[in-house]
């Protein structure tokens, strides 16, 4: 293990920590003092473009197009021969999907009311941490990874860094503003989401290591 995946997995652990103990203070208050403050002031600006950005990032972490968009993005990875991302990317899918509705359950908040915030849609699921906030960051982070790691300077991957660093970055923002988290949920959703894209990362570099120390081991 290298001394940067070592770095990698020892933040990975720190947010993770981090998870827990909001974890266990969101369990037992619906929501904090704070989260309705900001709630309130994120509502109160109308900025058409980005309100329009933020309504499409949250439409992509509903089901069944985000699975949809999943499956297309890691099929093609997969079918231009990269085969460890493309696994991989399939076990973040996987990984967020279950443990986001593991924690839902056992944390069992309730969504913000809408007589305390705006809220554009009724949802009737449970509200830490977001699931979309966890989604976009395991797996499009882990897609912005590969972005960064991979490919080679070009204005392609230039504008595919501005988008999805974009997408992971504004995703707690839409969260809120459609009144369908706290920020605290989407805190939680950062923190356990960055926590296991960053044991994504180590397992890829661990795997990845291990394959270049195998093609230059010479057989006998």
Do not use: C
């Amino acid at each position: 293990m290298t001394t940067t995946t070592r770095k990698v997995l020892i933040i990975s652990m720190l947010l993770l920590l981090g998870f827990a103990i909001l974890a266990f203070s969101a369990a037992s208050a619906p929501y904090f003092g704070f989260d309705l403050a900001i709630s309130k002031a994120v509502q109160s600006y109308k900025l058409p473009v980005l309100s329009q950005y933020l309504y499409v990032l949250n439409w992509i972490g509903y089901n069944p197009q985000s699975y949809i968009i999943s499956a297309v993005i890691i099929l093609f990875i997969l079918l231009r021969g990269f085969t460890l991302e493309g696994i991989l990317s399939l076990v973040s899918v996987l990984a967020s999907t279950f443990l986001g509705r593991y924690f839902k359950a056992l944390i069992a908040r309730p969504r913000p009311d809408a007589s305390l915030v705006q809220v554009e849609e009724i949802l009737h699921d449970l509200s830490f941490p977001s699931g979309h906030v966890l989604y976009f960051t395991v797996f499009f982070g882990f897609l912005l990874f590969l972005t960064i790691t991979l490919l080679h300077p070009s204005w392609k991957k230039t504008f595919l860094i501005l988008l999805l660093a974009s997408m992971v970055a504004l995703i707690g923002l839409a969260r809120v503003y459609t009144g369908n988290h706290w920020t605290s949920d989407v805190l939680g959703g950062y923190l356990l989401g960055g926590g296991l894209l960053g044991l994504t990362i180590v397992a890829y570099q661990i795997a990845a290591n291990h394959s270049q120390t195998a093609q230059r081991t010479p057989k006998h």
